[in-house]
Every structure is written in C-alpha cells, then in structure tokens.
C-alpha cells in the first residue's frame, strides 16, 4: 500500500522536473524570444505549487493515501 509519504515524494519529484524542464527550455533558447513568457511563468507557478502539495503530503507521514 503506498503511503502520503511516498505519494509526496513523487509529487516533489514531478514538481522540480517540471521546474527544471521549464528552466532548460529558456536557457536553450527554445523559441523565438527570450526571457519567460506568461505561459513558463503560468507553467513555473503550476510546478512550484505541485512541490508545494507534495511537500504536504510528505509531511503527513506513514497513513494510507
């Protein structure tokens, strides 16, 4: 059976890959334009919350999901 730990840790992990997918985009230069649009920032802020969700469930501990 697979805790809230577990589940957060996962969760955490999705969120940085995210960020650090959204980052490596920009720094390739992927695009025509360059800085961050509103969508890596929507994109950013999506990712930033996932960690944050994930974190919570962390720190729920060893219960069921």
């Keep these: 059976m697979i805790s ?3 589940l957060g840790i996962f969760v955490i992990a ?3 890959l995210a960020l650090m997918g959204i ?3 920009d720094l ?6 360059g800085g961050f649009g509103p969508l890596q920032r929507l994109g950013l802020l999506l990712s930033g919350l996932t960690v944050v ?3 919570l469930l962390y720190r729920l501990g ?3 999901a």
Excluded: H, I, S, T
Excluded at 28 to 33: E, F, H, K, N, V
């Design 4 to 6: 809230k730990r577990q």
């Design 14 to 16: 999705l969120g940085v």
């Design 23 to 25: 980052l490596a985009v």
């Design 28 to 33: 390739l230069g992927a695009g025509q334009w």
């Design 53 to 55: 969700v994930g974190l």
């Design 62 to 64: 060893d219960r069921p």
